[in-house]
């Protein structure tokens, strides 16, 4: 049975960083891509970043890019996503996501591809 269990989430002021993990259990051979997804009050989820397998790809989305890095430590089967450069509008429950190898590009970040899920990390950014 696969889990994801995201930590790492907190409360920090704007311009400050925070460094979320998700440590992945159970079958991880069948995991094409990880990525990073978040939802503010009142929006819709969103893709944050993705990793491919091994790490040889990432993508994000374009109003974290730059701030963001997703990485990934294949020897802890955790994935890592360094939160830099932090803005109110960061403000989200965090979830990591894990998905196979039929579908779309890594770089398509669509949750409906996902089929794994972590149960989110809160992060709050004061200005």
């Known amino acids: 049975q696969v889990q994801l269990v995201e930590a790492g989430g907190g409360s920090v002021q704007a311009g400050g960083s925070l460094r979320l993990s998700c440590a992945a259990s159970?079958?991880?051979?069948?995991?094409?891509?990880m990525a990073w997804f978040r939802q503010a009050p009142g929006k819709a989820r969103e893709g944050v970043a993705a990793v491919s397998a091994g790490g040889h790809y990432t993508a994000y989305a374009d109003s974290v890019k730059g701030r963001f890095t997703i990485s990934q430590d294949s020897s802890k089967n955790t994935v890592y996503l360094q939160l830099d450069s932090l803005k109110s509008e960061d403000t989200a429950m965090y979830y990591c996501?894990?998905?196979?190898?039929?579908?779309?590009?890594?770089?398509?970040?669509?949750?409906?591809?996902?089929?794994?899920w972590g149960q989110g990390t809160q992060v709050t950014v004061s200005s």
């Open positions: 996501a894990a998905r196979g190898y039929s579908g779309s590009s890594c770089s398509k970040l669509w949750e409906y591809e996902y089929t794994y």
């Open positions: 159970g079958d991880t051979s069948r995991f094409a891509c």
